[in-house]
């Protein structure tokens, strides 16, 4: 069974540019996070889907970041403008979402470093 | 928001060695989550602990999920190289909402 697929792994940009993640969950998962997890810190909940609807995006800078999950399947996760303390792991998660346990299966992560 | 105080931040051990990590909320959570993070990689969980006073095992791990809801301690016996990363304790409140550590550092020595 595939994992949870991220790109890019890694991405240099400078601040007010903007940067787009994608991630591909593991098939038949319902449930779809992002999370931002800072050098040093536990990953932060950013957003929450569950197939196409948002269940949580309370601690998502709406300023400056959206998400998407258009049909339920793959998700885009954009920053526009980018600011220095963006620089961040973005790591997409996933979960079967009928049976909610705690049990997230996570990508690799999109590392994204703000100059 | 919710915070989950973890401690040690770091832990610096030698091989062979036992090692003991906990978690502690003000908040009562009511499932309690332990997971691995290794360079590079995004992380995987553990133990995953869903009664009050439940005591898990996986292998080398044991977890326990606190009396009051409010804790969870992680124990790794006999430490081995490839247990070096960080572990972040999670706590589910509610319906789905999942909050993590800020994670305890291990390193071992050979």
């Known amino acids: 069974e595939a994992g949870v697929a991220q790109s890019p792994r890694y991405k240099i940009i400078e601040k007010r540019q903007s940067v787009a993640f994608w991630c591909n969950p593991i098939?038949?998962?319902?449930?779809l996070y992002w999370y931002q997890q800072i050098l040093g810190q536990g990953p932060k909940l950013l957003i929450q889907?569950?197939?196409?609807?948002?269940?949580?995006d309370s601690q998502l800078p709406k300023d400056r970041f959206s998400a998407e999950r258009l049909k339920g399947v793959d998700s885009t996760l954009k920053i526009q403008p980018a600011k220095l303390e963006d620089s961040a792991v973005y790591l997409c998660?996933?979960?079967?979402?009928?049976?909610?346990?705690?049990?997230?299966?996570f990508g690799e992560g999109s590392r994204l470093t703000v100059l | 928001g919710q915070q989950l105080n973890q401690s040690p931040q770091s832990m610096f051990i030698q091989e062979g060695e036992d090692v003991s990590m906990n978690c502690t909320s003000s908040?009562?959570?009511?499932?309690w989550l332990w997971y691995k993070q290794d360079p590079g990689e995004g992380p995987v969980l553990l133990i995953a602990?869903?009664?009050?006073?439940e005591l898990t095992s996986n292998g080398r791990l044991t977890a326990q999920f606190g009396i009051t809801r409010k804790d969870s301690f992680l124990n790794i016996s006999a430490s081995i190289p490839s247990d070096v990363g960080i572990y972040f304790c999670?706590?589910?409140?509610?319906?789905?909402?999942?909050?993590f550590g800020q994670g305890t550092r291990l390193t071992i020595n050979p």
């Open positions: 889907f569950q197939n196409n609807g948002v269940v949580d």
């Open positions: 098939s038949g998962h319902a449930t």
């Open positions: 602990l869903y009664k009050a006073g």
């Open positions: 998660a996933s979960s079967d979402g009928y049976r909610y346990s705690g049990e997230l299966f």
């Open positions: 999670a706590g589910l409140q509610g319906a789905q909402k999942l909050v």
């Open positions: 908040s009562i959570f009511n499932t």
